[in-house]
C-alpha cells in the first residue's frame, strides 16, 4: 500500500534507524500515563518491536520530519481473539502518541489509514484489544464507530508480547459493512480532553 499523503502528514513504515526514538516514546508514554493515574505496561517487550519494524508491521505518522505517531497492526491476533480470528480483520496495536502532538487527534489519522486499508485488502474488521477497567478510554473508541464485543483475560503465552500477557482487556470492532455508508471518520463525539490517556 502506498505510503498515505495528506498535505505534509505521511504515514509509512518505521525502519530500524527509527528504533531509537520509538524506544522513547514508549517510554515517555508510559510515565505520563502513571503520572496521571491510569494502568500502564509493566514492561515493553522490545524484541516483539523489532521484529514489528523487520516485518514491516509498524507505521509511523510523519509531519515534516517528526515522529507523531507510531502504531502496530496484525493480520491474525488469535492468542486474544480466539475463534472471532478468522483472517477477516487488520488488528492494531500499540499506539503510541508523540506528548507533543497529542490533541492533534493522531487516533483519527490511524483509523481512516486502518479503514482505508482493510477496504484495499477486502477486510470486514477493525479490530483492537484496550484496559477493560479504562472506562474513558473505551468510550473514546466507541466514539469512532467501535463496538464493545467482550472483555477477555490473556494467557501467558509465548506468542504473546510480554506487556500484553494476563491481562484484562476489553475487544473493541468495527465492522465495516456496517458503515459503508458512512464518510471516513472526522471527529470523536464523546471524546472529553480532561479525560484522555494514551491519546
Known sequence: MPPDKNDDI?????????YDVISLLFKKAMELQGKN???VWNDIDEAALKEDIRNKLQYK????????????????DPFIWNNRDKNDAIYLHRIVVNSNFKGQRQFEKVLNWAIQF???????????DIWAD????????????????????TTNA??????????????????LSDNK???????????????????
Open 134 to 153: 479504562n472506562e474513558n478510554l473505551i468510550n473514546y473508541y466507541k466514539s469512532f464507530g467501535f463496538k464493545l464485543i467482550e472483555n477477555y483475560k
Open 118 to 128: 482493510a477496504q484495499h485488502n477486502n477486510l470486514e474488521f477493525i479490530r483492537m
Open 61 to 76: 505518522i510523519l509531519k515534516g520530519n517528526k515522529i507523531v505517531c507510531i502504531f502496530s497492526i496484525q493480520y491474525n
Open 181 to 199: 455508508n458512512k464518510p471516513l471518520i472526522t471527529q470523536a463525539i464523546f471524546y472529553n480532553e480532561k479525560n484522555k490517556s494514551t491519546f
Open 37 to 39: 493515574g491510569y494502568k
Open 158 to 175: 509465548q506468542e504473546l508480547p510480554i506487556q500484553n500477557r494476563n491481562l484484562n482487556v476489553a475487544l473493541l470492532e468495527i465492522k
Open 10 to 18: 505521511q504515514i509509512v513504515n518505521t525502519t530500524t534507524e527509527d
